[in-house]
């Protein structure tokens, strides 16, 4: 089947500083649907969309938690019901979001703790801006890439876009220093202090990254004051498992100049985790805004060539 996303529901504390982000700063064009419990925001990006939703709002699934609330899955509307019965999905009855806009939801034990849903008839425009091209990947924290290989990719039919094994290590050098007999040194054998498993798998215009630890048994050490390395991705994958279990876990806009972008942010004084590009997945390079600057969503750029 290799289903498109249809778009990512954020659920925020400030919805109106998010808006101003993706409106303002990122310079998205947006709409609003109306919704009884208040309107969603959509911000069109690639061929998708990011749906801005206020936590405690009755659209989210987890409405009582800030971050990725759920992704949309893009199906047609004969197909809506059908693709979950058919795959044994546990799945709720067809809900009408507003206008033609239709979903179903799939029960997150189906689907290794990632909110799912399918949708149809939702109008979707593809849009850029200066800042941003498109959505990169979505984040999946996991216990084990292996359950989400088997329902993405074996139920679903995502494409396997790349695998790829994230370490960090560490050298240590004992250096003998003699007024004699002069200067003595001996190199221990690296050791690694920081893993990831990683799997994207492909999903429209963009991927799904599944993350899990190499080593779930090492300490789990993030320095906030720091700028983000590989040790403390995989610290705070594994803390996302340990504390929520599989899920969500961040979005990620794959932006032309990334440092750049981030001057630009800078500039605006968002809080950023890295102030210049790092080296990420997928040979590219990285930059993180802290959460509490967007009311609870984790967000970060990449700037890479396709291959």
């Known amino acids: 089947?290799?289903?498109?996303?249809?778009?990512?529901?954020?659920?925020?504390?400030?919805?109106?500083?998010?808006?101003?982000?993706?409106?303002?700063?990122?310079?998205?064009?947006s709409r609003s649907i109306s919704h009884p419990d208040g309107s969603l925001r959509l911000f069109a990006i690639g061929e998708c969309c990011l749906c801005v939703v206020e936590q405690g709002h009755g659209f989210l699934g987890s409405p009582d938690r800030t971050g990725l609330d759920h992704m949309a899955l893009n199906v047609s509307e004969s197909d809506l019901l059908s693709v979950a019965t058919g795959l044994a999905l546990q799945a709720t009855p067809i809900q009408t979001v507003a206008g033609n806009w239709k979903e179903v939801q799939v029960d997150r034990s189906a689907t290794c703790g990632a909110a799912v849903r399918f949708c149809c008839n939702l109008d979707l425009q593809p849009a850029t801006s200066n800042w941003v091209e498109r959505i990169d990947h979505i984040g999946i924290a996991s216990a084990d890439t292996a359950n989400e290989e088997a329902f993405f990719h074996n139920h679903l039919g995502c494409r396997i876009e790349s695998r790829q094994t994230d370490y960090e290590t560490q050298l240590a050098v004992e250096n003998f220093v003699s007024d004699r007999y002069g200067i003595v040194q001996h190199q221990r054998a690296p050791q690694q202090v920081g893993g990831l498993r990683v799997l994207f798998l492909n999903v429209g215009d963009c991927e799904l990254e599944v993350l899990?630890?190499?080593?779930?048994?090492?300490?789990?050490?993030?320095?906030?004051?720091?700028?983000?390395?590989?040790?403390?991705?995989?610290?705070?994958?594994?803390?996302?498992?340990?504390?929520?279990?599989?899920?969500?876990?961040?979005?990620?806009?794959?932006?032309?100049?990334?440092?750049?972008?981030?001057?630009?942010?800078?500039?605006?004084?968002?809080?950023?985790?890295?102030?210049?590009?790092?080296?990420?997945?997928?040979?590219?390079?990285?930059g993180f805004v802290h959460p509490a600057e967007l009311g609870g969503v984790l967000i970060h750029f990449v700037e890479r060539d396709d291959v």
Do not use: W
């Not at 290799?2 to 700063?25: G, K, V």
């Not at 991705?233 to 876990?249: K, N, Q, W």
């Not at 961040?250 to 972008?261: E, Q, W």
């Open 212 to 286: 899990s630890e190499l080593d779930s048994n090492s300490p789990r050490l993030i320095d906030r004051h720091d700028p983000g390395n590989t040790r403390q991705d995989r610290s705070a994958i594994g803390r996302f498992v340990e504390r929520r279990g599989p899920g969500l876990h961040h979005v990620a806009l794959k932006v032309p100049d990334i440092n750049g972008l981030l001057k630009h942010l800078d500039r605006r004084k968002y809080r950023l985790i890295d102030s210049v590009g790092r080296p990420g997945s997928r040979r590219a390079l990285i």
């Open 1 to 29: 089947m290799n289903p498109h996303l249809a778009y990512i529901a954020l659920s925020t504390s400030d919805p109106e500083s998010l808006s101003a982000f993706f409106n303002d700063t990122l310079e998205l064009t």
